[in-house]
């Protein structure tokens, strides 16, 4: 099966935290998972933005995807992922993690992702900085992130 792996960060620089929102939707946008990440120690919102491009990946292989394409709103990231140099910046640790969990799937896409497009992946990754949670199952969502993904089934969110 072919997915689109969508994921966005929220950092709060005061504790040095992120949270990584993920949605997982199939080829023809229906949304299949969604999940958020509590992330501590994190120096700064470009790393919160690469670790969240990480665990995307991360939970794509998790969920046993064979071809996935990983749309995130930060250029640099995909960019440096796509990249064949060697990282030299901070966030080093974080593309050679990506770039090497991408051989766990057939194909494997990098793609920048639209504001719209993202809209479910940042909620989520927002109410995770409001509630300090670490993951949500489907049947938990908060009233706000059961809104945007049902907004976004009914393609109120669709931007690609």
Not at 18 to 35: M, P
Not at 103 to 116: E, L, M, P, V
Request: hydrophobic content about 40%; glycine content about 6%; aromatic content about 10%.
């Amino acid at each position: 099966m072919n997915v689109k792996v969508n994921f966005d960060a929220t950092f709060d620089k005061q504790h040095r935290k992120s949270y990584a929102g993920i949605i997982i939707r199939n080829s023809t946008g229906q949304d299949l998972k969604v999940k958020v990440y509590n992330n501590g120690y994190i120096p700064a919102m470009f790393a919160s933005e690469a670790l969240a491009c990480v665990q995307a990946i991360r939970f794509g292989v998790e969920s046993s995807f064979l071809r996935v394409e990983v749309e995130g709103g930060t250029l640099t990231i995909i960019k440096k992922i796509q990249s064949e140099k060697e990282e030299i910046y901070k966030i080093r640790a974080y593309i050679s993690n990506a770039k090497r969990l991408r051989s766990n799937f057939i194909t494997c896409k990098f793609k920048h992702a639209r504001r719209q497009t993202k809209k479910v992946a940042h909620i989520i990754a927002k109410e995770g900085l409001n509630k300090y949670a670490n993951t949500y199952l489907a049947n938990s969502l908060s009233s706000l992130v059961a809104w945007a993904v049902e907004d976004d089934i009914q393609g109120g969110g669709r931007g690609s």
